[in-house]
């Protein structure tokens, strides 16, 4: 009540004064002095008691704006007015920039029962809001919004997100230590039960590498879970951390991993009978443990996706496993080497034909544009891997036409050359999976464009009524708002007009208010709606229930940057 | 001037229950099986435009509704069935007016007027507490909803919109 009070105008006082002479005549008598006073102060009191209650003031409303709510304007006005419906005066008026920073205007010039706004800045392109707060003649505070855009409605400014790169680090390592275990050492215990002649060259190597990969799989699937909390390293031991990894697919990958890291140790250490058979179906399980989770595995269609990821992972181990044993064997035992040499020389082609035509489809189905390539991280670290994969190619393409041949036929410097050359390409391999692991933080073009577009919906629920909410998209920027009502108990409720309010206080911005319009599918709808700022709003829905009934509920809502 | 701001303080220090804004009753309070006059102020449009047509819903326990005629308005009743039955005067009602409407009229932004019925208060009427009047006030095809009631607890000045409304006296 009595924030609402205000002084009131000239007319209304004496209003009160004639009022007053009418209803309540104090008799003027100086020897009453005293009861005069404490009349008067009890007269005004009645008065006030009377009277006050009988003043009807107004809100005032809105009338007009310029620039219009919702305009996009060619440049930065140089002031905005407001109309009302009656003369008011201004509490806030505050502009939010595109990027959510504030800029408070304190020079404006009342007109009546308009209000100009000088504005102090020349307004870089996207969407403002102009939110004003003011007090009308009934001493009410009334606010809202007016959001308008130059040149055109911006996407919402990209809130920086804090990186652990502590657990980043840690992740990366894991990861690359997972793929040199299944690749590297699973494809190595591949290459050495049915390539080599001489096993025992780089069967060191292997098993090394095996066991980094043993190591890092579990320790991948902790830092998953912790990466999905968003915890600190410092947590790696928690329970919670592990559950939470028990319940991502990447659990599937681990699993797998292991099984396929075991199989390889057996075929290098286990009975002879078992050799190959356990080798193959460790590169089977290398194949199938990297299709089981990651991006590419996760993108549509999924019966195209994963089967390509397999073949992908299958091959790479191949190639890339028999890289270490061969140059080891080349080093060491030239003239067993040949033979390992002359087999992988034979299938290599095949395989690397099936690798880049796996990866070569992937990629298409990540990126979908090219100028994701440049634009997102994801491509960048695609172009880093072609880069790198363009060098590799080279060097195995100098090896096999150029250096192979003598090499199998005896020549000692071209060995020492092919082995230095092996060397390199082992090195480059390591790059390249150094960079597959960045892919980790990285989703690709196809995963932000499905992120992006994802709504997001919330569910108010009172006694009187419920409300499904959707935003879609859920970000800042041009959306659109669905909303199905129901009463309190799951009934149909057939209201007759629904109004969707949305404010940010913290932002400083007033309500934004947008009737919803109803298409005929059951649920109500706001189009063309403009979101300027992502974070946490208050939505409201007045469903107006009959003509003399309106049900309030509302409910914050998180709306994403991007 | 200093005789205003005194009765302003004692307002403010009173903190009284006056409502400031808005489409109001006159009379505030109104004891419980009586009979009761309303005068609905309507003291400006719908944000400026003028006012065509002001529809009362009438709540439960208030009876025997007779709406004053305005020249220049239509008036109408919507009657219905009461939530159970009242006695007056030795008669048992269990219908009657749920809605008053004065419509086709045409009443400016800067003018202001009083719409007026009369009614009784049932006597079973819960003393003590508010009995609101939700309006509808309609200027052309714009229309202003004087329908909020406050929640338990709420603050009506909370409202943007509050339904004029009484408070009910004990029985006298």
Redesign the interface.
């Known amino acids: ?5 205000r ?1 009131p105008s000239g007319r209304a ?1 004496s209003s ?1 004064k004639d009022r007053m002479n009418a209803s309540f005549p104090v008799r003027l008598n100086g020897v009453h002095i005293r009861f005069l006073t404490s009349g ?2 009890a007269a ?2 009645l ?3 009377l009277i ?8 005032a ?1 809105l ?1 007009a704006t310029d620039p219009a709510d919702g305009a996009v304007l060619a440049q930065s006005p140089s002031q905005f007015s407001l109309t009302f ?2 003369p008011v005066s201004p509490l806030v008026l505050t502009l939010v920039r595109p990027d959510g920073t504030q800029l408070p205007l304190n020079s404006y010039r009342l007109d009546g029962q308009t209000l100009a706004i000088d504005n102090p800045e020349a307004l870089k392109s996207g969407t403002h809001v102009l939110s004003w707060r003011v007090i009308s003649e ?3 505070p ?1 606010g809202g919004s007016v959001l308008f855009s130059i040149g055109a409605p911006s996407a919402a400014p990209v809130a920086g997100e804090a990186v652990d790169w502590t657990l980043r680090t840690a992740i990366w390592a894991a990861k690359l230590l997972l793929y040199a275990g299944l690749l590297l050492g699973v494809g190595g215990a591949f290459a050495l039960a049915w390539l080599a002649k001489d096993r025992r060259c780089g069967q060191r190597f292997v098993a090394v590498a095996l066991l980094f990969g043993l190591v890092a799989a579990p320790v991948s699937l902790g830092l998953q879970g912790l990466d999905g909390l968003g915890a600190p390293l410092a947590r790696f031991a928690t329970p919670v951390v592990w559950k939470t990894a028990l319940e991502t697919s990447f659990v599937w990958t681990v699993l797998i991993g292991l099984i396929a890291l075991g199989l390889a140790l057996l075929s290098l250490a286990g009975p002879p009978g078992l050799r190959k058979l356990s080798a193959s179906a460790a590169l089977f399980g290398v194949g199938a443990a990297l299709a089981a989770s990651g991006h590419a595995s996760a993108a549509e269609p999924q019966w195209l996706t994963r089967p390509l990821v397999f073949l992908h992972g299958a091959a790479i181990a191949f190639w890339a496993g028999a890289l270490a044993p061969l140059g080891l064997a080349l080093r060491k035992q030239p003239a067993e080497a040949r033979t390992f040499l002359a087999r992988f020389s034979r299938a290599i082609l095949p395989v690397v034909a099936v690798l880049a035509a796996s990866g070569i489809v992937l990629a298409i189905i990540q990126v979908q544009a090219p100028a994701a390539l440049v634009h997102t991280a994801y491509g960048r670290l695609l172009l880093l891997k072609l880069a790198l994969l363009l060098f590799l190619f080279t060097l195995a393409a100098v090896n096999r036409w150029t250096l192979t041949a003598p090499a199998e036929a005896g020549d000692t410097e071209v060995q020492r050359r092919l082995m230095r050359s092996i060397g390199i390409e082992m090195l480059i391999v390591l790059a390249i999976f150094g960079v597959a692991a960045g892919w980790r933080f990285t989703p690709p073009p196809r995963a932000l464009a499905i992120a992006a577009a994802q709504p997001v919906s919330i569910h108010i629920h009172t006694l009187q009524a419920m409300a499904d909410l959707s935003i879609t998209p859920g970000h800042a920027g041009e959306v659109a708002a669905s909303v199905m009502i129901m009463t309190g108990d799951f009934g149909p409720l057939d209201a007759k007009a629904v109004t969707l309010v949305l404010s940010k206080p913290d932002s400083g911005i007033e309500p934004i208010k947008r009737p919803a319009t109803k298409p005929g599918d059951g649920t109500w709808r706001v189009d063309n709606l403009v979101i300027p700022l992502p974070g946490r709003w208050n939505v409201r829905l007045d469903i ?1 229930v009959s ?4 049900v309030k509920i509302e409910a914050p809502i998180d709306i994403r940057a991007e | 001037m200093k005789k205003y701001l005194l009765a302003a303080g004692a307002l403010l220090a009173l903190g009284t229950n006056a409502a400031f804004a808005h489409i109001t009753l006159e009379t505030q309070e109104a004891p419980v099986g009586s009979t009761y006059k309303a005068v609905l102020r309507v003291p400006h449009g719908c944000e400026g435009k003028a006012t065509t047509a002001l529809r009362v819903q009438i709540p439960e326990g208030v009876i025997s509704v007779k709406p004053m005629p305005k020249p220049g308005w239509t008036l109408q009743t919507k009657k219905g069935k009461y939530e159970k039955s009242y006695q007056l005067y030795g008669e048992t009602l269990t219908t009657g007016v749920k809605e008053v409407d004065w419509s086709g009229g045409n009443l400016p932004d800067e003018f202001y007027d009083e719409f007026v019925f009369r009614a009784s208060l049932a006597a079973d009427l819960p003393a003590g507490q508010m009995l609101y009047f939700p309006v509808v006030q309609e200027c052309g095809d714009a229309t202003d909803r004087w329908i909020e009631i406050p929640a338990a607890g709420q603050d009506e000045d909370a409202l943007e919109t509050p339904a004029p409304g009484i408070k009910l006296l004990p029985k006298k």
């Open positions: 009540m009595i924030s609402c009070w002084a006082a009160r008067l102060l005004f009191v008065m006030a008691l006050l209650p009988g003043r009807a003031f107004a809100h409303a009338v419906s009656e009934d001493g009410h009334v107006l003509d003399f009934e309106m």
